[in-house]
């Protein structure tokens, strides 16, 4: 399994980003998909998941209201839309798959100014 993230940048606060993270050799029996970040300093967490099973999702309390997770299964693509960013949300971003192994794609990095 190999996921790919890309979508971070630069951006200030308000603004919007879309982060995708390409899943390559992933069977339909996975477990879970999805998204965290570790600031600068701080602990890495669980920014928001997708249940394989039902289509569950989690957000942290952070961002909830103001990211939602996605995915398309037919180009194994999924998404973060992140809204109304704030200085706060900057971090590196990483997409994760269980399957119930654990793989990690690299990070891409998101940066938001005040």
């Known amino acids: 399994v190999q996921l790919q993230a890309c979508g971070g940048g630069l951006v200030q606060a308000g603004a919007s980003l879309r982060l995708a993270c390409h899943i390559s050799?992933?069977?339909?029996?996975?477990?879970?998909i999805g998204w965290y970040r570790q600031g600068a300093g701080k602990e890495q967490e669980a920014v928001s998941c997708i249940s394989a099973s039902d289509g569950s999702t989690y957000y942290a309390d952070a961002v909830k209201g103001r990211f939602t997770i996605s995915r398309d299964s037919a180009k194994n693509i999924m998404y973060l839309q992140m809204n109304s960013l704030k200085p706060g949300d900057t971090a590196v971003y990483y997409c994760k798959a269980v399957t119930p192994n654990h793989y990690w794609g690299q990070g891409t990095l998101v940066t938001v100014s005040s």
């Open positions: 050799g992933i069977q339909k029996d996975y477990y879970l």
